[in-house]
């Protein structure tokens, strides 16, 4: 079956950086776009990034613009996230997601269809 495994999320200073990971497996990687969401307490989720399977990314919220960019390493079957000058307020729960094989990437988290655990990525101020 599909998994989505993140990984690289923990405790980091205001203004630092972190660099999460989602190894997938159980699927053809190539033909996946992904998606990385965020949750924090009492919240609801959030749409972080997405990127085509090409490697395209679509636009970001403003919330991470020019700050986190996502890429991805089919060979790899890995999907990144590096973040940069963090802020108190991207401490959340961070999930990757993959929509139908084939689907492109949306901002929705109802399209998609398979999701990781999450990782926890706490900011100190």
């Known amino acids: 079956q599909v998994q989505l495994v993140e990984s690289g999320g923990g405790l980091v200073q205001a203004g630092g950086s972190l660099r999460l990971s989602c190894a997938a497996s159980?699927?053809?990687?190539?033909?996946?776009?992904m998606g990385w969401f965020r949750q924090a307490p009492g919240k609801e989720r959030e749409f972080v990034a997405a990127?085509?399977?090409?490697?395209?990314?679509?636009p970001y919220p403003d919330s991470v613009k020019g700050r986190f960019t996502i890429f991805r390493d089919n060979p790899k079957n890995t999907v990144y996230l590096q973040m940069n000058s963090l802020k108190a307020e991207d401490t959340a729960v961070y999930y990757c997601?993959?929509?139908?094989?084939?689907?492109?990437?949306?901002?929705?988290?109802?399209?998609?269809?398979?999701w990781g655990q999450g990782t926890q990525v706490t900011v100190s101020s």
């Open positions: 997601a993959a929509p139908g094989r084939n689907m492109v990437p949306t901002t929705d988290a109802y399209d998609y269809q398979y």
């Open positions: 990127i085509t399977r090409s490697g395209g990314s679509k």
């Open positions: 159980g699927l053809t990687f190539s033909l996946y776009a």
